[in-house]
């Protein structure tokens, strides 16, 4: 930091109360916004909490001006955020600015109109970023994270002044994004139940109302939350609803949507083009792609083994894995094109044993019994069409469809 004079530390400090006060009386939140985007880096909050680390008495300003005081419960713990937030004291920062949203939260109920709306989003957001930052101070001393679960709570009491009628409502869905990435990062996702059902059964509530950014935003998480409940169907919805109405230029958020879509497609019986998965960086899947092509179960299992911690992080690891039944039908399929090619009258009998050779040559060891157990799930899930020879140890096919496509149903429906 420069030397900095005290009347230039004040006059700063008298130019950002004058902004504050200005924007909140001739409610314009657009001006209001940037004021309280803490941890946006600006140069202008920067040059405030340098001037509020020379210029010591800003509380008094504040006090002592009837058109600042009456903000003041808003602009004091503002005041000490942005200072601590300058010299990296992440916990402090964290704590004041909860002060400040508390009191703004509650001036933003008192007003009847919307036109805080804007600013309003951007407490949602800087709660929920500061809390994040202070949680990982907190760890690095060995202390226990618990912001994040206070601006949780906060963002609740926002959902609440949001959720009823009025035009207030339309902000509802952006502090239900925020509160998600909130519940996914602590792990308590049976959270998100409560809002979802206040958002999908609410009379006051109309989902086309709410801006793009919100919707694709909210069937993403929901999309998310539809994938770990295996309700594939569901997920694909929510999750093809948010690719179709993304931002084509928000090329990461696309690859964000794609990375749990690609999987459910795929537990769909859908498979990409490599061109698409290469596009957005995806190629962690080419291989499992690969493998359900081939009906290759030596592939499929290197992939998941290879990518394992990634794709355990995005929580699709277990939805891959079941894709091992689409492999061995595949497999089995290709079994029957190699025989229908040396003696079409005999296709439909697949061996058990020429299947336990195949997947040997896979380097996948498995008996008779074993293959004989596989091709019961096949037939079972109506992967196969057929029936079994025991005592002969063979799969005997249907002569119509004997392969059915899974036409965008899981195999488990």
């Known amino acids: 930091m420069a030397y900095l004079s005290m009347g230039e530390a004040h006059r700063r400090i008298a130019d950002y109360l004058s902004r504050f006060s200005e924007a909140v009386l001739s409610q314009d939140g657009s001006s209001l916004k940037p004021l309280l985007s803490v941890s946006s880096n600006s140069p202008i909050l920067f040059s405030l909490a340098d001037a509020l ?7 008094r300003l504040i006090k002592q001006s009837d058109r600042y005081s009456q903000l003041a419960e808003i602009l004091v713990p503002l005041f000490r955020c942005l200072q601590n937030y300058r010299i990296e004291h992440l916990v402090d920062a964290y704590t004041a600015f909860e002060k400040a949203a508390n009191a703004f939260l509650q001036e933003f109920r008192n007003w009847e109109s919307a036109w805080a709306m804007e600013a309003m989003y951007v407490i949602a957001y800087e709660i929920r970023v500061l809390a994040e930052r202070a949680d990982k ?13 206070g601006a949780g709570s906060f963002l609740m009491k926002v959902f609440g002044a949001l959720a009823g009628k009025g035009s207030k409502r ?16 602590l792990g308590t996702v049976h959270l998100c139940r409560s809002v979802i059902r206040s958002i999908e059964t609410a009379r006051i509530f109309d989902f086309e109302e709410f801006p793009v950014r919100d919707k694709v935003t909210y069937m993403y998480y929901t999309g998310r939350l539809e994938v770990f409940n295996e309700n ?6 929510k999750l093809t609803y948010a690719l179709t109405h993304c931002d084509p230029q928000r090329e990461a958020n696309i690859r964000l949507i ?4 690609v999987p459910v497609k795929l537990s769909l019986g859908i498979l990409p083009k490599r061109r698409l998965l290469e596009k957005y960086n995806l190629v962690e899947y080419n291989n499992v792609v690969q493998a359900l092509r081939r009906g290759d179960l030596r592939l499929l299992r290197h992939a998941l083994q290879e990518h394992e911690d990634r794709f355990l992080r995005s929580g699709v690891y277990l939805v891959l894995e079941k894709l091992e039944l689409q492999v061995y039908q595949r497999l089995v399929k290709k079994i029957y094109i190699i025989q229908k090619q040396k003696d079409p009258s ?12 195949a997947l040997k ?10 293959v004989e157990c596989i091709m019961a799930i096949l037939i079972y899930k109506n992967l196969v069409k057929g029936y079994f020879a025991h005592k002969s140890k063979v799969v005997v096919l249907s002569k119509q469809d004997p392969f059915p496509k899974l036409n965008g149903k899981p195999v488990n429906s």
């Open 53 to 59: 680390n020379v210029f010591q008495d800003a509380n």
């Open 137 to 149: 101070e907190l760890a690095s001393y060995g202390k226990n994270p618990e912001k994040l679960k």
């Open 170 to 185: 339309v902000g509802a869905l952006y502090v239900t994004c925020q509160l998600f990435k909130v519940y996914f990062k």
């Open 232 to 237: 594939f169907i569901a997920a694909d919805q």
């Open 258 to 261: 794609l990375k749990y879509l």
């Open 346 to 357: 005999k296709a439909h009998q697949v061996k058990l044993e020429v299947i336990v050779k």
């Open 361 to 370: 040559w896979l380097e996948m060891n498995m008996d008779v019994d074993e």
